[in-house]
């Protein structure tokens, strides 16, 4: 009898990874839990199309699949997979051309509220308009500084995460993110 009945998503991820290096069809539980966020992912760092959004995701689950007995437990599987979206954005992404609309569609309220707050942004502009100029700012942000907020306020990984997915130093990662609002905050004045 299989064991396709413990879908549970109570199981961790490092769990999950486990039971595919034995049964690799268990591999389809952890599509279906990251995809949804990678494609997002995705679409904040390129604002590519749907379709090249999710060619790069195939890819991403490709190499994931196949690299998968390389995985260290003593990483967060989220940050392990993160990377691998990272260095695939990286490797096809020059030939995307980036349109502020892009991040438009995947800019949540709440993590704009939090933005807005952390980066001292006027806060009186209503949250659409406040996400158009953010859309509009993260465009012309340099990509190290535009994924550094992306990864903080929009995917919500803490610094350790972004750390490894980004092989940069706590420090560095910190004082990137910190250049990174600096940036926003002219950038935004600059759209204003």
């Given at each position: 009898?299989?064991?396709?009945?413990?879908?549970?998503?109570?199981?961790?991820?490092?769990?999950?990874?486990?039971?595919?290096?034995?049964?690799?069809?268990?591999?389809?539980?952890?599509?279906?839990?990251?995809?949804?966020?990678?494609?997002?992912?995705?679409?904040?760092?390129?604002?590519?199309?749907?379709?090249?959004?999710?060619?790069?995701?195939?890819?991403?689950?490709?190499?994931?699949?196949?690299?998968?007995?390389?995985?260290?437990?003593?990483?967060?599987?989220?940050s392990w997979i993160y990377r691998i979206t990272h260095n695939q954005v990286i490797s096809q992404h020059r030939r995307l051309k980036a349109r502020p609309e892009g991040y438009l569609t995947?800019?949540?309220?709440?993590?704009?509220?939090?933005?807005?707050?952390?980066?001292?942004?006027?806060?009186?502009?209503?949250?659409?308009?406040?996400?158009?100029?953010?859309?509009?700012?993260?465009?012309?942000?340099?990509?190290?500084?535009?994924?550094?907020?992306?990864?903080?306020?929009?995917?919500?990984?803490?610094?350790?995460?972004?750390?490894?997915?980004?092989?940069?130093?706590?420090?560095?990662?910190?004082?990137?993110?910190?250049?990174?609002?600096?940036?926003?905050?002219?950038?935004?004045?600059?759209?204003?």
């Open positions: 009898m299989s064991d396709h009945h413990l879908k549970d998503d109570n199981l961790s991820d490092e769990e999950l990874v486990r039971r595919t290096l034995s049964d690799r069809d268990q591999f389809l539980y952890l599509v279906e839990r990251y995809k949804g966020r990678l494609l997002s992912y995705i679409r904040r760092l390129t604002s590519a199309s749907q379709e090249d959004a999710e060619d790069i995701l195939q890819e991403v689950f490709i190499k994931a699949y196949l690299n998968l007995n390389g995985f260290k437990p003593d990483l967060k599987f989220s995947t800019l949540e309220d709440g993590a704009v509220q939090t933005l807005v707050a952390e980066t001292d942004i006027i806060s009186e502009l209503d949250i659409q308009m406040t996400k158009e100029k953010i859309a509009s700012a993260l465009v012309h942000l340099p990509e190290k500084y535009r994924e550094i907020i992306i990864l903080r306020f929009f995917e919500e990984r803490d610094y350790q995460e972004i750390s490894d997915i980004i092989k940069k130093p706590l420090g560095t990662v910190a004082s990137l993110l910190s250049k990174a609002k600096i940036a926003l905050k002219k950038q935004l004045a600059l759209v204003s």
